[in-house]
């Protein structure tokens, strides 16, 4: 098993800037994929940025240029460095991995919201 925990969210004014970190645990050496994911009111929770063992990036296509995903694997944690936020960024933000056998493992979520 592995537990993810995210942390750095909050409140950040548009064009501003907030960084968000999450710290794995347990069986990291399983995961092959990390990620960021986010959630507004609704079912849907839709890629953000992933970043692979061999640090290949991937964005959604409306956080390109903005956002940036990174990793510290002697620390088992990745980042999400968010510039210049706009409102529509508002949501809760999840980090995701993939592991052995495509298992999928979830942190709790955290909120940003950014406010006009």
């Known amino acids: 098993q592995v537990q993810l925990v995210e942390s750095g969210g909050g409140t950040a004014q548009a064009g501003g800037s907030l960084r968000l970190s999450c710290a794995a645990s347990g069986r990291t050496f399983t995961l092959y994929s990390m990620g960021w994911f986010r959630q507004t009111p609704g079912p849907d929770r839709d890629l953000v940025a992933r970043?692979?063992?061999?640090?290949?990036?991937t964005y959604a296509d409306s956080v390109k240029g903005r956002f940036s995903i990174s990793r510290d694997p002697a620390k088992d944690m990745w980042y999400l460095q968010m510039n210049t936020l706009k409102p529509e960024d508002t949501a809760i933000y999840y980090c995701?991995?993939?592991?052995?056998?495509?298992?999928?493992?979830w942190g709790q979520g955290i909120q940003v919201t950014v406010s006009s």
């Open positions: 995701g991995a993939t592991g052995y056998g495509g298992v999928e493992y």
């Open positions: 970043i692979s063992l061999s640090d290949a990036t």
